[in-house]
């Protein structure tokens, strides 16, 4: 999200554009409903501001929890349905899922479906795996209505029952410091992100009315007041990091649209 600043030095007016956070956003929004204060019931613009204003000073102590898979041995598609996928929901630029989609079902080679890896990635195509048993252990409602999930099946057409695709309705890119690597794909618009493992962070809060978020790195995003009920030691073959929020990012590169939005229903 960009706006134009406007500013007059006495010889010349220029134009450019400068990024907003998430945090000029909320500063942004506390002035407007400050400045409509004539407008409406003083009562409810006077919770909203309370809201917006704890919501400021929640950034500033807030930590997330990321968790993802460290496994070397990803799912394989079966060829015939990989090229099935490529011709309907996956990006043939970027193997990612194309915009658009939610939940997807795959159809997977047996033999790569031994790893016990709580969390997974099925190569080539940008789609999460979960045990069903350790994901839904963040909590069934949270996870039904956050993630959208899929079936992972075999060459038969019946599902492993213990394996889940998950999309995220709400992804979150968790950003970085150095050894960075941003782009868009040429072909669906993917914003991709990767840098290097150590100091990452989240740029500004997510977004109010979801728990559970993707991470471009095909994990789990959550709240340090979700994990605190969680033995998250045993997620098996999964890396776990603390995410601080800072208002600034720390790679050079402003705002990247740290927000994907999958779920049209949202709303914000
Ligand atoms: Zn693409």
């Known amino acids: 999200m960009t706006r134009l600043v406007e500013r007059n030095h006495g010889e010349a007016t220029s134009s450019v554009t400068?990024?907003?956070?998430?945090?000029c956003r909320f500063r942004?929004?506390?002035?407007?409903?400050?400045s409509r204060s004539a407008q409406g019931p003083a009562k409810n613009l006077a919770a909203e501001r309370l809201q917006i204003k704890m919501r400021l000073s929640q950034m500033n102590r807030s930590v997330f929890h990321h968790l993802y898979s460290q496994s070397m041995h990803p799912l394989e598609m079966i060829d015939e349905h990989y090229r099935q996928a490529l011709r309907t929901w996956l990006c043939g630029g970027c193997k990612r899922p194309r915009p658009g989609i939610g939940a997807v079902d795959v159809t997977v080679e047996k033999e790569s479906t031994r790893s016990r890896a709580a969390l997974n990635l099925v190569a080539g195509t940008g789609v999460a795996i979960a045990r069903r048993e350790v994901l839904f252990t963040l909590g069934v409602e949270r996870v039904s209505r956050d993630l959208y999930l899929g079936n992972?099946?075999?060459?038969?057409?019946?599902?492993?029952?213990?394996?889940?695709?998950?999309?995220?309705?709400?992804?979150?890119?968790?950003?970085?410091?150095?050894?960075?690597?941003?782009?868009?794909?040429?072909?669906?618009g993917h914003a991709a992100y990767f840098s290097m493992i150590g100091g990452r962070y989240l740029h500004g809060l997510p977004p109010p009315g979801h728990d559970l978020f993707e991470s471009q790195l095909w994990g789990l995003v959550?709240?340090?007041?979700?994990?605190?009920?969680?033995?998250?030691?045993?997620w098996k073959c999964v890396t776990h990091e603390v995410l601080p929020v800072r208002d600034k990012p720390l790679d050079g590169l402003g705002d990247i649209g740290a927000i994907a939005d999958r779920d049209s229903s949202c709303g914000n």
């Open 18 to 23: 400068v990024p907003i956070s998430p945090f």
């Open 28 to 34: 942004k929004a506390l002035h407007a409903r400050t």
């Open 152 to 188: 992972v099946l075999r060459r038969s057409g019946t599902p492993y029952e213990d394996l889940v695709t998950f999309r995220g309705r709400r992804a979150l890119i968790v950003r970085g410091k150095k050894h960075v690597a941003n782009g868009q794909c040429s072909e669906c």
């Open 222 to 234: 959550f709240s340090d007041e979700i994990a605190r009920g969680l033995d998250l030691g045993s």
